[in-house]
């Protein structure tokens, strides 16, 4: 396959090349980002593709991978600007606390943390209630 090709055929599934990105990274810069990243990557090593009839395959998979990076690359950013609030989280709930406040872009991790705590109490009210209903 020839640059001219590459160009032709690559331009022909931008869109859904972008779709696919923006669905792994759920934001239009990072998507566009991703897209450019994998094309790039796929023309450098154009010699790899060993058959034309795979091309949206091989490229799409190239797409992905950068999406992953570019995804895991903005967590991590996240992550070292906030702190660990895992951390501050699971103190708090170890310590009895059940209260607990979450940024507004994690609402679910406080539920994730409090789940096995909730799920020891409703064993024990369950326990107790059977061992009631026994005597």
């Known amino acids: 396959m020839d640059k001219e090709e590459f160009a032709r055929r690559t331009e022909a599934i931008r869109n859904r090349l972008y779709r696919a ?18 094309v790039y990557q796929a023309l450098r090593s154009l010699r790899g593709l060993r058959e034309d009839a795979f091309f949206e395959t091989w490229l799409t998979r190239i797409l ?19 702190g660990s609030t895992a951390t501050t989280s699971a ?9 607990l406040r979450f940024k507004a872009d994690r609402p679910h991790k406080g539920f994730i943390i409090l789940l096995p705590h909730r799920l020891a109490v409703q064993a024990a009210a369950q326990n ?3 061992h009631i209903v026994r005597q």
Not at 23 to 33: F, N
Not at 91 to 99: H, Y
């Open 91 to 99: 103190k708090l709930c170890m310590a009895g606390l059940t209260e």
């Open 64 to 82: 992905l991978n950068e999406a992953l990076q570019t995804k895991q690359s903005r967590i991590t950013a996240k992550r070292s600007r906030s």
């Open 21 to 38: 990105a923006y669905l792994m990274v759920g934001s239009e810069a990072d998507a566009l980002e991703a897209v450019d990243e994998a």
């Open 128 to 130: 107790d209630a059977l």
